[in-house]
């Protein structure tokens, strides 16, 4: 598998356009905070490409706790603190959860299903048992045993066992993986040490030192360093202030499940990544973290790299994100509004309780009602949707197609909706996603389990230059979109359902 950074670039000659922060704003320190990181570590005097992750996270100042597929990590001495703990153990059953509505969409149908969830079960409860003491414990001395120091019994070892192999090898998905738990996540349990472990990353990887040393990095709570996937337990603090930006916001502070919504959607990329390598469709991706995180907790409010909640007076700095769009020069961001309580995006009104119907429903009407009134030609009620700009009342709409080929050619909305853009498609996205997964064929028919799982294990097996497009329409036999209605195509019957207000 080639390294996130790599495979990224590839990814972006599909129907994505990279977009950019519009001006300057403050930095941090970089090279301050990634000495901090050496010194923390005792290499100071190191030199950049000298001191590799892997190596750091082999040694003592870290643990190693595998479940299924992941291997996960995070800091010995962080683990002596107790409400940091407490979010591991969190973290690490968000982990396990991810991994079983992971087969749940994948290999429902194998022989071993049913066995490997009575495995998952066993195993979630035993990791939501973890005490702080024994996790403080095992922080203390390297030398002891994991799974016995955390009260493992023989079944449990067992159930652990066959999870691994179940998940790492893939068979399921008509590949055959590494028996080892080599798909890495490391937490980083405060705002301080993920600003240092990203400007650590950016000054060691020196060829790919402007993809970490850059505005916005911030407010980033998730990154990757080569193979390794790193994720934030908290979330920056709003409104961000770069003389104290290491103060962090608890992720569970609006919902009770924030921590676990934030770890199962990103760990979910690790497990996409692991079985799929190189992807031409990251909108695929990120749906499918968005929609683990509601089928385990019935919601997903994650932050993404900002706040959720619409502007309310101030301002925060740019960020970049990824939208769809053919605009070969790219686009430009306006900085998004800081958190507010009062206010809350269209987008977010749910929370994705209803897989976000709701609110692209309301958008569609609202961006016909738009479309006519700046009169145009595409009468399809199916086609437009609202976007939001800086203020209350500055609206546009953005109209489909937003997948496939035909979506490389359509251009971006002007920079002041791209903010609340991006918001509207990655609703759009999960929404569409589910839909497939529960509806293309019709309500209740199981034959929409079946052809999502044969999804899934088409792209764990194709010809990497076979586009994802392609392998759509492989296994539905209707493209996955088109330029108009006119053409029976996968997207245009999810905008009928979006029409019919999900019925």
């Given at each position: ?161 066959r999870v691994q192999r179940f998940m790492c090898r893939g068979e399921y998905l008509g590949i055959l993986r ?94 996409f990544w692991r079985y799929f390598g190189n992807n031409d469709a990251l909108f695929y991706e990120a749906a ?216």
């Open positions: 598998m080639l390294p996130k950074l790599v495979t990224l670039a590839l990814a972006l000659t599909a129907s994505f356009t990279p977009v950019h922060a519009a001006e300057d704003p403050p930095e941090l320190d970089y090279a301050a905070f990634a000495a901090a990181f050496r010194e923390s570590h005792g290499a100071s005097n190191a030199t950049p490409g000298s001191l590799p992750l892997q190596g750091l996270l082999n040694s003592e100042a870290f643990r190693k706790f595998t479940l299924g597929a992941f291997d996960l990590r995070i800091s010995a001495e962080a683990l002596k603190d107790r409400a940091v703990a407490k979010n591991f153990v969190l973290a690490a059953t968000a982990s396990l959860d991810a991994q079983r509505h992971w087969i749940d969409w994948t290999a429902f149908d194998h022989e071993e299903y049913e066995s490997i969830c009575e495995d998952f079960d066993t195993l979630r409860k035993w990791v939501k048992g973890w005490s702080t003491s024994s996790l403080a414990t095992i922080a203390k001395f390297a030398d002891r045993d994991v799974m016995e120091s955390l009260g493992a019994k023989g079944s449990v070892v067992a159930a652990h066992e590494s028996d080892a738990p080599d798909t890495q996540i490391l937490f980083a349990p405060d705002r301080r040490s993920m600003l240092q472990l990203l400007c650590y990353t950016g000054w060691n990887l020196i060829d790919s030192r402007a993809n970490y040393w850059k505005p916005g990095i911030e407010k980033w709570t998730s990154f990757w360093n080569e193979e390794t996937q790193v994720i934030a337990l908290e979330y920056p603090q709003y409104p961000f202030d770069f003389k104290h930006a290491e103060r962090g916001a608890d992720m569970n502070e609006f919902e009770k499940t924030g921590l676990g919504q934030h770890v199962s959607e990103k760990v979910t990329t690790s497990l499918l973290g968005v929609n683990t995180a509601i089928s385990i907790y019935e919601q997903n409010n994650v932050r993404t790299g900002a706040p959720v909640f619409k502007n309310s007076g101030g301002s925060s700095d740019p960020f970049s994100v990824f939208v769809p769009g053919g605009n070969p020069s790219g686009g430009t961001l306006p900085a998004r509004g800081v958190i507010s309580i009062i206010t809350v995006p269209l987008w977010r009104e749910t929370k994705g309780e209803d897989n976000y119907v709701k609110p692209l429903g309301k958008a569609m009407k609202k961006g016909k009602k738009l479309a006519s009134k700046d009169r145009n030609p595409n009468k399809d009620a199916r086609v437009h949707f609202i976007v939001f700009g800086k203020k209350a009342n500055d609206t546009s709409y953005v109209s489909a197609p937003f997948f496939g080929p035909a979506a490389a050619e359509k251009e971006l909305p002007g920079d002041e909706y791209l903010v609340d853009y991006e918001e509207f498609f990655r609703a759009y996205s999960a929404s569409f996603f589910h839909w497939l997964r529960t509806r293309a064929v019709g309500k209740g028919d199981e034959q929409n389990a079946v052809l999502f799982a044969q999804l899934n294990k088409s792209l764990a097996t194709r010809d990497q230059s076979t586009p994802f497009h392609a392998v759509i329409e492989e296994v539905y036999g209707v493209p996955l979109s088109a330029a108009d209605g006119e053409t029976d195509s996968l997207e245009w019957r999810f905008l009928t359902f979006i029409s019919k207000g999900g019925r």
